[in-house]
């Protein structure tokens, strides 16, 4: 358990523009966004690559359930930085393209939007309590 | 295994309030060692036991503490559980995204190929 607020990171063998172009346009985001688990509809896709535009998307997992994600951009730094909101759950997630020798380290952060968790030192807080965690069920006090 | 982003269950958003207080992380990070009474839990602190109290309070509401009777004292106790529940919802997050890097992996791959 690494307990902070980075979600991951991953060394890729394409152009910042590239990676760029995956995260912001429909063909792009239709092609990873649902992952090994679902598939997102190239035709679900619509993007308005500003900050307060929109991109939206469907998913639909194999067992049949679909769903609609709706993302609004906070900022746009192409072809280097994209941060954006999840309305409905408040999650904030920065994307950082950096090139990295003949490709690029891409880093994606997720925060949770509450205000008061909007903090460098709260997340410095939650590695300490997921540290806290880890301690706590190392030692076995629970179990 | 989420491949969206579901809605955290909605009582971990009062936990999650509560952990953005550092001195309410550092009373669970000390509660992981062990239980402790309010008087235990103020001594490191430059604070009342009233204060200590109020945060106890608000630990305990979310679930993350709870506290119990023993003789005169009322000892705090982690509920290591709880916090489980948030690190679950992390490990989600955190696989939702490494499957999506795998998948981007490869349509960087397809794309280079076909040029």
């Known amino acids: ?143 | 295994m989420t491949t969206s982003l579901a809605p955290p269950e909605p009582d971990l958003d009062a936990a999650f309030a509560a952990l953005a207080d550092p001195v309410r992380r550092a009373l669970v990070s000390r509660l992981a060692r062990g239980e402790a009474t309010v008087k235990q839990l103020a001594e490191p602190f430059a604070l009342t036991q009233q204060a200590i109290s109020h945060h106890v309070g608000v630990l305990r509401r979310c679930g993350l503490v709870e506290q119990r009777r023993d003789g005169t004292s009322r000892p705090c106790r982690l509920r290591a559980e709880r916090l489980e529940l948030l690190s679950t919802w992390i490990d989600d997050q955190r696989r939702a995204w490494g499957d999506r890097l795998d998948a981007l992996e490869r349509h960087l791959g397809d794309d280079g190929t076909a040029r």
């Open chain 1, 1 to 143: 358990m690494s307990g902070d607020e980075l979600i991951a990171r991953r060394r890729l063998a394409a152009s910042p523009e590239r990676v760029w172009t995956a995260f912001t346009t429909p063909a792009g985001i239709a092609a990873f966004w649902g992952g090994a688990h679902a598939t997102v509809p190239p035709g679900s896709v619509v993007v308005d690559c500003r900050p307060g535009g929109e991109f939206a998307l469907d998913t639909r997992a194999p067992g049949g359930a679909a769903g609609r994600l709706r993302f609004v951009y906070v900022s746009v730094a192409a072809p280097h930085e994209l941060v954006f909101d999840e309305p409905v759950t408040g999650i904030r997630t920065t994307v950082t393209i950096r090139p990295d020798g003949d490709g690029v380290e891409l880093t994606v952060h997720q925060r949770r939007l509450p205000p008061e968790l909007r903090t460098a030192r709260a997340a410095d807080g939650l590695a300490s309590i997921l540290e806290a965690l880890d301690l706590h069920l190392r030692q076995g006090a629970d179990r």
